[in-house]
C-alpha cells in the first residue's frame, strides 16, 4: 500500500534545530511511528568562509528556527491533507517546538513547488540529450521554439539554450532540465 506523505514546516526556539530533529527521531523509534513520520530534515548549505587568509567550509541552516518533517496523511472534510492527531501532538509536544506554520498555528503542508525549491527533494530528471543537440523547448513562454543546447547542469536542474527567437537573433535562455526534449529522430 502506497502512502501520501507530505512536508510541514515546523517552528523550534532558535538553535534548537538539532536538539528538536534528534528528539523527533527518538519518538518515533520508540514508538515505532516509522510509518507515519518519515523524515525530519534541516535545510543547510555549505559555505566558504575566508579569514585572513584561511578557508574553510561551514554548514550553515538555510532557516534558522525551523525544521522540516515528512509526515503520512489523509484527506480531512475538506479534501485537504492532514496528518493524523497522534501525530500532530508528537511533533507539537516535543521540547523546543513552538508550533507549526500554518494560520492560527494549524498545520499546512508544502506544495510540492515549494519543496523542491526549498531543495528538500530533489526530482531526478533523465537528460536524454547533450551539449550542442538541437532541442524542443516545452516552456510556457518560449514552447514550441527550437534551440541549441549549450549548458547543462544536472546538479542544479538547469539547462541553457541558445534560441533564434525574434528577427532571428540569438537568445540565450536558461531553462530546467524538463522543459526541453529533444526533437524525435
Do not use: C
Not at 125 to 143: K, L, P, Q, R, S
Not at 160 to 170: D, H, M, N
Amino acid at each position: 500500500m502506497s502512502v501520501d506523505t507530505r512536508w510541514y514546516v515546523v517552528h523550534t526556539y532558535s538553535g534548537y534545530e538539532n536538539k528538536v530533529k534528534t528528539n523527533i527521531e527518538k519518538v518515533v523509534e520508540n514508538r515505532n511511528m516509522h510509518d507515519e513520520i518519515f523524515e525530519v530534515k534541516i535545510p543547510t548549505e555549505t559555505v566558504t568562509e575566508i579569514v585572513g587568509d584561511k578557508r574553510r567550509e561551514v554548514e550553515r541552516k538555510l532557516f534558522p528556527g525551523y525544521v522540516l518533517v515528512k509526515v503520512a496523511v489523509h484527506m480531512d472534510d475538506d479534501d485537504r491533507p492532514a496528518m493524523n492527531d497522534e501525530t500532530w501532538l508528537v511533533i507539537r509536544n516535543t521540547r523546543g517546538v513552538t508550533g507549526f506554520v500554518g494560520p492560527e498555528n494549524k498545520a499546512i503542508p508544502l506544495t510540492e513547488e515549494e519543496v523542491y525549491k526549498l531543495g528538500v527533494e530533489k526530482r531526478s530528471v533523465e537528460v536524454n540529450y547533450a551539449v550542442g543537440d538541437t532541442v524542443n523547448i516545452v516552456d510556457e513562454i518560449f514552447d514550441g521554439f527550437t534551440g541549441t543546447v549549450e549548458e547543462i547542469d544536472v546538479e542544479n536542474n538547469l539547462v541553457r539554450v541558445s534560441v533564434s527567437a525574434l528577427f532571428g537573433k540569438e537568445t540565450k535562455v536558461e531553462l530546467e532540465l524538463d522543459q526541453v526534449e529533444p526533437i524525435g529522430d
